[in-house]
């Protein structure tokens, strides 16, 4: 990817659906350009953007998963994890004795369900320990990796940043998703790019109706945009999950630490024998070693920590992965389907 590559995808980080035609004005670039680059972009499988449901407005628990197995199965589990669509950040550690997966089901029955009748029957499946996301220090925003920060100007950044569609405050939503949504909600998880024109055309509606209904399940909080971006793109990175325990009065500010540090893209207090877990990435592991020995130890009231390495990734948050690229969309894995 060149520069532009690079300004196109950082764009659409700040703004999921912004136009091309006001891409294409910030960048200083024609407008026909900014789209064959990102068509291109897309098609060959290095970025992707999807709309997701966000159980948290509806009530529902959030969960980060830990499932131990024997390593010739991890594979065929993370793969078959993948294609749900309550299902996110699907990886194997470890060499393949753990599968950690993200748990986003709008329905607590389905939590239930899988936590506690299918996964358990797996045969290859020796544990199962599902943590509780009690609070999100950084992470779940489509910028979450930034390095593609410095592409942009900062008055470029926050002309693209305005055109994104506000979200909640944080606040439980009132209403959910209707059942005439799940055709809208099915298409933009395939490309959450789609024109609301050929929206308007698939449901049989209005161009402007849909665009309402898109922007006020965003605003309410239910409904969210995410960007994958594709190893292929970004460079390889080492990812190592970090799992600690620290004293309650030092939570938050420990919390806070890792959020403001460059290389952590999330960062969440949980329940469980670890009451706070984290992302890094890094060039190399040396650089995990680094921090380690610098922010981990300047950090106070740290009890015990555990570096899980990660040995490959099944699926992002919307884009399940094919080697170093997002795979081509595909319907995914619901109840009742």
Same mark, same amino acid.
């Given at each position: ?9 950082? #764009? ?7 136009? &091309?035609?006001?891409?294409? @004005? ?30 948290? +407005?509806?009530?529902?628990?959030? %969960? ?7 390593? @010739? ?15 996110? %950040? ?10 950690? &997966?993200?748990?986003? +089901? ?17 045969? =290859?499946?020796?544990?199962? #320990?599902?943590?509780? $996301? ?27 940043? @305005?055109?994104?569609? =506000? ?26 790019? !789609? ?24 605003? #309410? ?17 080492? %990812?190592?999950?970090? %799992? ?36 890094? !990435? ?8 680094? &921090? ?16 899980? =390495? ?10 399940? $992965? #094919? ?15």
């Amino acid at each position: 990817m060149d520069r532009l590559d690079e300004q196109i995808a950082r #764009s659409v980080q700040l703004s999921p659906r912004v136009p &091309f035609s006001r891409m294409a @004005e910030v960048l200083g670039v024609a407008e026909q350009t900014v789209a064959r680059r990102y068509r291109r972009l897309r098609r060959e499988g290095l970025i992707r953007v999807t709309l997701s449901l966000d159980p948290r +407005a509806l009530g529902v628990t959030v %969960w980060s998963i830990r499932v131990r197995c024997r390593p @010739e199965h991890a594979d065929a589990i993370g793969e078959a994890l993948a294609r749900r669509e309550d299902v996110s %950040w699907v990886s194997i550690h470890s060499g393949g004795w753990e599968v950690a &997966f993200n748990l986003r +089901a709008v329905r607590e029955a389905d939590t239930e369900e899988l936590l506690t009748r299918l996964l358990p029957r797996v045969a =290859p499946v020796s544990s199962v #320990s599902p943590y509780a $996301i009690l609070h999100t220090f950084v992470g779940g925003a489509s910028t979450d990796w930034e390095g593609w920060r410095d592409t942009l100007t900062r008055d470029q950044a926050t002309a693209l940043r @305005e055109t994104a569609a =506000p979200a909640a405050a944080g606040a439980a939503a009132t209403t959910g998703p209707t059942p005439e949504d799940r055709v809208l909600l099915d298409a933009l998880a395939r490309d959450g790019r !789609t024109s609301y024109a050929t929206l308007a055309r698939v449901m049989g509606s209005t161009a402007g109706r849909v665009t309402r209904r898109v922007e006020a399940l965003v605003r #309410s909080g239910v409904a969210y945009f995410d960007v994958d971006i594709a190893p292929a793109a970004t460079g390889q990175h080492h %990812w190592t999950t970090l %799992w600690m325990t620290v004293e309650p009065r030092h939570l938050q500010e420990v919390g806070q630490i890792l959020a403001r540090h460059p290389d952590v893209p999330f960062a969440a207090a949980v329940t469980g024998p670890a009451n706070l877990t984290a992302n890094i !990435t890094t060039s190399s592991l040396d650089a995990v070693y680094r &921090f380690v020995t610098t922010t981990l130890a300047q950090a106070p009231g740290i009890t015990g920590y555990e570096l899980v =390495p990660l040995t490959r990734r099944t699926k992002y948050a919307g884009a399940q $992965i #094919s080697g170093d690229r997002l795979a081509p969309p595909s319907v995914p894995v619901r109840r009742g389907r």
